[in-house]
């Protein structure tokens, strides 16, 4: 009888069977099969490679996400992208305006009080140079006029406007307040000297008695000539400043209410200065007392084809369709069931805002640390991106369920568009500028400027990509070097093989040779 432990005949018959087939292989066959593995992982790449640049997807990928993965009892936690609207119809939503122009902050921080404290606390500079010297050109041109040379103080601060140290601007404006009272002069040392907000509110309420008095004054000559015209001009200029940022002072000192009051009655006396862009203001203002009945009327009057888009319009029209349904969504019910209509509105609502600012959600959904808003932003750029994260990331927190929604639907957007610099959807292409303008804005010692997410090569093209060139550097190889080859391939299949003799033997040695043998007879 054979011992227990000793292999039966099967196993025998196994191994010289698998090293005849070794042994009869030559190395024709396995340039063969290295050349036929390599034209046909070329030819997938070559399909995979087509339909990415057509679609915007992989195939592949599509595949077993919406047919494989279902059968495997997963769901879909990106919501589909319904958009109904040609780009026929997009084309009267497009805007023309200049691609790079750089505007005013609406919600630029006081330098004083907020960007002076945060360095003297971390000892780094908020401000880029790029950024103040803007800032500087934007006083000149809103405080300032040829006839200020008729009034001494005005003289001198037209001069302190154009000075690069602080200290000389500061100093100028004292010297300014001591000839008479000087609207820009308080201005001036609220922006730059106070280092509290309360300090700046006191300023710029002294600000506002003076800078009546001189726009009443020029309001009844402005008619008399272009000269009195351009004093009137700037007057008011200076007097929506000072009133604003008194507004945006109680909305810093929780005096919400008062604020809105006050940005209400601002825009009601001045309704053509929109330059200001004093809505915005409102309506993160409104957010803040979750007056959304009010929000929606300031977004039906401002959100029109004819006015420039912003990050505060388009994701502010998306939160409050988001707030209609986030608080029930949920991603595993909506791929059972699909998408209602309000979800559907809101899913649109997102990619529309997604679509305009591409750099938000990060900021949003905190996958990227946030630093101090510049005082200028670039539309559509990471600079718009970090303003309004800024200040109105507390207010999607605010509403349960949006930030979830948001997660879940804002990449299907890269899939509406492929080629955003190319062709739009819903606006006009991406400007390709945006992050040389940003870099110029924003501190880039300690900010990684974020550009725009470029959609990655899906990970089956890399796979056949890789599987394509090691199977054709076989191949090369097989026929440079036949015999060496033929050694490695029987090397490296015994070693694949190893394994499976390793459990054959257990299980020999653990089954009676009878039963084995009647086994392997079946």
């Known amino acids: 009888m054979m011992p227990f432990n000793a292999p039966g005949p099967a196993m025998f018959g196994t191994e010289s069977s698998l090293s005849m087939f070794l042994n009869t292989l030559t190395p024709k066959f396995y340039v063969a099969l290295t050349g036929t593995s390599s034209l046909i992982s070329g030819l997938i790449l070559i399909f995979e490679w087509w339909y990415f640049r057509k679609y915007g997807t992989s195939f592949i990928e599509q595949v077993s996400v919406s047919h494989l993965r279902p059968l495997l009892g997963g ?14 119809d997009a084309d009267s939503n497009r805007q023309s305006v200049s691609e790079c122009k750089v505007w005013r902050n609406p919600l630029n921080l006081f330098r004083g009080a907020e960007y002076n404290r945060y360095t003297w606390v971390t000892g780094r500079e908020p401000l880029t140079y790029y950024d103040m010297n803007l800032s500087a050109q934007d006083h000149q041109t809103f405080f300032t006029c040829d006839s200020d040379h008729l009034r001494p103080a005005d003289a001198i601060m037209q001069k302190a406007w154009r000075e ?32 509290t907000i309360v300090e700046a509110e006191k300023l710029f309420k002294q ?4 800078g009546e008095g001189c726009y009443r004054r020029s309001q009844q000559l402005q008619h008399h000539g272009a000269q009195y015209e351009a ?41 053509l200065l929109s330059m200001f862009n004093i809505h915005e203001n409102l309506l993160e203002s409104l957010l803040e007392l979750q007056n959304y009945a009010d929000v929606q009327a300031v977004l039906a009057k401002y959100d029109d084809i004819s006015l420039p888009k912003s990050a505060t319009i388009c994701y502010t029209a998306a939160l409050l369709k988001a707030r209609a349904v986030s608080d029930k969504f949920s991603p595993e019910a909506a791929s059972r069931r699909g998408l209602s209509t309000a979800e559907m509105n809101a899913v649109e609502a997102i990619h529309r805002a997604v679509e305009f600012n591409p750099h938000v959600p ?34 999607w927190k605010r509403v349960e369920g949006a930030l979830n929604l948001l ?18 959807h819903l606006f006009y292409p991406y400007p390709i500028c945006t992050e040389t303008a940003d870099r110029e804005l924003l501190p880039t010692v300690f900010h990684e400027v974020s ?37 490695f391939a029987k090397a490296f299949l015994s070693t694949l093989f190893a394994p499976l003799n390793f459990i054959m033997e257990k299980v020999e040695s653990i089954l009676p040779s009878s039963l084995w ?3 392997t007879r079946i």
């Not at 600000?207 to 003076?210: D, E, I, L, P, Q």
């Not at 990471?382 to 309004?388: G, K, L």
């Not at 997660?407 to 739009?424: A, N, V």
Request: aromatic share 8%; proline share 5%.
């Open 231 to 271: 004093q009137h001009r700037r007057d008011t200029n200076v007097l929506v400043y000072i009133k604003r940022r008194l507004a945006m002072c109680s909305r810093k000192l929780g005096r919400t209410r008062e604020a809105v009051k006050m940005m209400r009655d601002l825009m009601k006396e001045f309704p």
């Open 362 to 395: 990060k900021y949003l959904l905190e996958m990227k640390s946030l630093i101090l808003p510049p005082e200028h932003i670039l539309k559509r750029g990471d600079s718009e991106a970090i303003a309004y994260a800024f200040f109105h990331l507390q207010h």
């Open 164 to 195: 690069r140290n602080p200290q000389a601007r500061i100093s100028a404006a004292h010297e300014a307040l001591e000839l008479e009272d000087c609207a820009t002069a308080y201005i001036l040392l609220a922006e730059e000297e106070a280092t």
């Open 451 to 487: 550009v725009y997410p470029k959609k990655e090569l899906p990970f089956f093209i890399l796979f056949t990509a890789g599987l394509c060139s090691f199977t054709a550097m076989l191949a090369l190889l097989t026929h440079q070097f036949p015999e060496l080859m033929g050694v």
């Open 207 to 210: 600000a506002v008695k003076a």
């Open 407 to 424: 997660h879940c639907t804002w990449e299907g957007t890269f899939r509406m568009i492929p080629y955003p610099l190319e062709k739009g």
């Open 517 to 519: 043998h009647q086994l």
């Open 75 to 88: 769901v879909d936690n990106s919501s589909p992208t319904n958009s109904n609207s040609s780009n026929g």
